[in-house]
Structures are given as structure tokens and as C-alpha cells.
């Protein structure tokens, strides 16, 4: 018999944070590494970044020209997330000839530059790590480039963390490396969920579903308890929809159905425990599989490799970059 929607909607499962959970599995790291001051007429060019870039304006304003977009310009308080392979300028002014970004910065250890006089601009900039594997589920679902201006609704806070940041770096008090992590850390969560909040069309993804408030419930019951076999009557009752109401809503919103959107983050924590080493017949358990050849059924037929072949490779990996 079906839990009633009382039961659902009260359970631990519903307790549950899938934005966290999916951030916490690839592992993203921010990072501030630095930024500059600039007055008068100057430009400079930056190559394209290999990580998911972030930067935002402090002080003053300047145009932002990404390889393939058109020239916006950014004000006191606004923030970009790059997350394309793209070089890009930052300038007063789109006409003014870039200098190379990386020549001013060429000092060892440089962090910070100034160009001209200082006096009327000052941005702050840092970039996003994320695990080698698991990353790309974040970095395949954003567009190429987002831009969070300072008139967004998220303003305020956005604001208080740039401030806050800025008082960490100059001040060198004990424990501003960490604090410094932290906020940084939190301007990226603050940038996607703006992007959640846009009003402009995203794409069927995870990333959209998250942002649905009507197929909540079924994301957090599915993300609570990864490992018992949910029927799509109980996820539909949680949203308070019909069976096929729901079902068309979340593919619709998700890219995929409930329940394959459940197999496929199974096999996400499945990789995660590959990479980690964990016995396969604990992993099998844990993600509700009744035996360890069902579960190398699944993921073979999801990812294309058995888990064997998979953490051979996660390891091989490993050891080359270690070895780098």
C-alpha cells in the first residue's frame, strides 16, 4: 500500500538537499586568485581559462568581451560566471587595444595588478574546481557564460559577500585564507541559484529541475533515499499530481523520467564509490541492487563500462596525475 502524502511529505527523506547533494559529489571547490585596480582608458585581454571562471566588479564599471558574445557592460556589483573555453576582455571601452593579461601579472606569485592610476575600477576574480569525472554533470548543463547584475533581485547579498571578501583579502586576519574559501564558495552557490531564478528559458536538465518547485518533493525523496525502489504513484502523490501528470512534467522539466533520472544518480554515487575504492558488493547494496551482477547490469548499461573496467580507469588516471 502507498504511503499517504502526509507520510511523504513528513518523511526523512524530504529532509534532503539535491542542489548540495550534487555539488558535494563533484566536489566544487572556489577559489579567489586575485584581481586589479584600473583608471583611465585600458583593456586587457585574458586567455580562454580551463576552469569555470567568476569575476565581478567592485568598484566603477567596464565592458566584458567574450570570444563569441556580444559586448556587455558590467556595473558596481555585478557578477560573471564563465564556464565556456573562451578568451575574453575586460576594458573601459570595447575600442580600446587590449594588453596582455597575463604580462601584468607575470610577477611570481602576483595576484594583483594595477593598470593606470587605480583610481576608478577595481575587480576581483577566482575560478571553480571541480572533480575530473563527476564535474562535467555541471559543467554540460550551464550555458556558456552567466551575468547576475547588481539590479538582480539577489543584489543585496551579493553585495555583502563582494564586501566581505574584499575586507578578508586586505585585512590578514587569522583564519582569512579559510573565511576567504568560504565566501567564495558561497558566491558561486549564490551565482547558480540565481541562474535558477532566471527568467529566460533554460534547457530540459537536472540543473532546471532543481529550480521547479513542483517536482521538489520528488527530487528530495529520491535524493533521500537513493536505494529504495520508488514507484512513480508515490513521487507523483508527494507533488500532489496524477501519475502521468507528473511523469510529463518531469520529463518535460528534467530532460528524462523520474525513475531513470533515479538510475542515472545512482550511478553517479556509484562512480564516486568506484573512484574511492569501496568493495562493489557494498556499493550494490547501498544503492537498493539485490545482488552485485545486477548492479554492473545497471551501470554498464548506463555509463557504457562495467565497474570494474571504470575504476581501473579511475585509478589509472589517478596515478598519472600524481605522477604529473
Known sequence: MLESAYYLCNSAEMNADPFSDILK????????????????????????????KFFAVVKGNCWV???????????????????????????????VPPQDAMRLFSGAG???????????????????????????LLADVLPPWIHVPAASPQASTFRWLL?????????????????????????????????????????????????DPRIAPALRLMHGNPARAWHLDELAKACAMSRTTFALHFRTIAGVAPLTYLTGWRMRLAERELGQNTPMAVIAQSLGYTS?????????????????AYRTARMAAGTSAAAA
Open 25 to 52: 559529489l563533484m566536489q566544487a571547490e572556489t577559489l579567489v586568485t586575485g584581481g586589479f585596480s584600473a583608471g583611465g582608458a585600458w583593456s586587457l585581454r585574458f586567455p580562454a581559462p580551463e576552469k569555470i
Open 163 to 211: 564586501d566581505q571578501l574584499l575586507e578578508e583579502r586586505a585585512g590578514g586576519l587569522p583564519g582569512a585564507q579559510l573565511a576567504t574559501a568560504q565566501l567564495a564558495q558561497l558566491l558561486f552557490i549564490q551565482i547558480l541559484r540565481a541562474h535558477l531564478q532566471t527568467t529566460s528559458p533554460m534547457p530540459a536538465s537536472w540543473l532546471r529541475a532543481l529550480g
Open 292 to 308: 552485485e551482477s545486477a548492479f554492473s547490469h545497471a551501470f554498464k548499461r548506463v555509463t557504457g563500462h562495467s565497474p570494474r
Open 65 to 95: 568581451c567574450i570570444d563569441g558574445e556580444v559586448p556587455v557592460q558590467f556595473n558596481t556589483g555585478d557578477v560573471g560566471l564563465l564556464t565556456a573555453k573562451r578568451s575574453f576582455v575586460l576594458a573601459s571601452a570595447p575600442e
Open 110 to 136: 602576483r595576484s594583483t595588478a594595477t593598470v593606470g592610476d587605480g583610481q576608478d575600477f577595481v575587480h576581483i576574480g577566482g575560478h571553480v574546481l571541480l572533480d575530473p569525472a563527476s564535474g562535467r
